[in-house]
Each structure stands twice: as structure tokens, then as C-alpha cells.
């Protein structure tokens, strides 16, 4: 089976726990221990959120601040304009920060969030088929 992990640094654990519930994440209680949570989106994706201090064991490199400097982003795909919405207005209210407008490309739109450490995230509805019909694939 393929799966993938993503390793995020947060200050509090608890806080992000609240803030990737609210996204529609839910916890794996096999990964999940003090010092990490372990954040399931599918089957196959899950988020670890880490403290500093896990997140940086056997690491010798600088831990760069999300706030400030962009490192990775990530993109969850929707089944529905709706629950784009919906996701998104969740994680408004636990704490996240919208970034820039509604990007809407008439086959898809996205919607971008920073979770409580600055981590982005994308949350994305794309339309197959006005995809196909504008690309002609």
C-alpha cells in the first residue's frame, strides 16, 4: 500500500489538533502519542503533527519559521464547491487565516488557508468535465 506521511512542526499540538478536526481530518490513534498527533485526510494521507522538539530529533538542519518563509504547500481536493466552502469556514473559525481571494478558474476553484503555525493548505473543487471541455483532453 502507498501512503504519505507529512511531518508538520506546530507549538501546540492541541490547538492544531482543533484546527485539521474542523478541516474534516480525523485522529489515528496507533500514530498518535504525546509529543505527535497523527492526522488522517484518506487511506492513504495522513499529517503528523509534531512538536519542535520531535519534529527536529535527528534533524541537524534550521527549522525555518512558516510564518515568515514559505516551505511546502498542500492541496486537498473537494467533491463539491460546497464543501470547499464549508472546509473552509470551519477552519476560519478554528483559527486559520485566509490568505488571498477565491481563485476561480471556471473548471476549478481554490481556496487557500494557513493553519495556526502558517502551514498553507489549498483547498481545491475541480470540475472533470469543464476541465476536459476547456482543455479538450
Not at 476549478?108 to 476536459?132: C, T
Request: net charge negative; hydrophobic share 45%; charged share 25%.
Amino acid at each position: 500500500m502507498k501512503q504519505i506521511f507529512i511531518n508538520l512542526p506546530v507549538k501546540i499540538v492541541e490547538a492544531s489538533m482543533g484546527f485539521y478536526s474542523a478541516l474534516g481530518f480525523t485522529v489515528n490513534p496507533l500514530f498518535t502519542f504525546d509529543d505527535q498527533k497523527c492526522m488522517v485526510w484518506s487511506d492513504q494521507i495522513y499529517v503528523m503533527l509534531q512538536t519542535l522538539e520531535m519534529f527536529q530529533f535527528g534533524n541537524t538542519k534550521n527549522l525555518a519559521d512558516p510564518k515568515k518563509n514559505t516551505i511546502a504547500t498542500f492541496t486537498l481536493p473537494v467533491e463539491s464547491l460546497d464543501k470547499l466552502h464549508e472546509m473552509m469556514e470551519n477552519g476560519l473559525k478554528a483559527g486559520g487565516t485566509e490568505l488571498a481571494s477565491t481563485r476561480d478558474e471556471g473548471f476549478m476553484q481554490v481556496r487557500n488557508i494557513e493553519d495556526l503555525d502558517g502551514h498553507l493548505w489549498a483547498i481545491m473543487f475541480l470540475d472533470l468535465d469543464k476541465f476536459k471541455l476547456m482543455t479538450g483532453k
